[in-house]
């Protein structure tokens, strides 16, 4: 996952989890955020999603979250049925219906994927999907979050 030459500012976006609550990156602040924006209608979206889950199993906590925004405009039980059918046991269910949340971030293909700061700036973007279990990129994240942490000192 190539890093941008510079961070660059992330927009507000706002979106909610399965229980209608409203949410915004805010609420991650202090934490390295791999932000994935998808939908079940989208084949490659529906691929990746096990490695996301994967992802958060082994890196998800204190310092490191995968969001998983959904922009089904169905709603949350479209998004809920595809979870559980495929076994997903580590992310939480985050949508938005709207779809303001990717125009904002200019995610106009899916998947879309921001690695975010805990300051909330960007430091790269991966468009398309991607095997994000593997141990290269486990061993990328960590160091990312090690160096993300370090700086913070």
């Known amino acids: 996952m190539p890093l941008h030459d510079a961070k ?7 979106f909610a989890d399965e229980t209608g ?3 915004t990156l805010e609420d991650w602040r202090d934490k390295v955020i791999l932000l994935n924006i998808w939908a079940t209608w989208c084949p490659p979206c529906r691929h ?10 082994k890196l998800g906590g204190e310092n490191f979250e995968v969001l998983a925004l959904s922009i089904d405009r169905a709603g949350p039980k479209v998004v809920r049925a595809f979870f559980d059918k495929i076994g997903v046991k580590h992310l939480r269910l985050l949508i938005d219906e709207t779809g303001a949340s990717a125009r904002n971030l200019g995610a106009y293909g899916l998947p879309v994927t921001l690695l975010i700061d805990p300051d909330g700036a960007e430091l790269s973007r991966i468009i398309g999907p991607a095997e994000w279990d593997t141990p290269e990129i486990i061993a990328f994240f960590e160091k990312t979050i090690a160096a993300e942490r370090a700086g913070r000192k």
């Open 8 to 14: 660059r500012p992330v927009p507000a976006i706002v």
């Open 21 to 23: 609550n409203r949410l």
């Open 48 to 57: 990746e999603m096990p490695t996301l889950d994967r992802l958060q199993g």
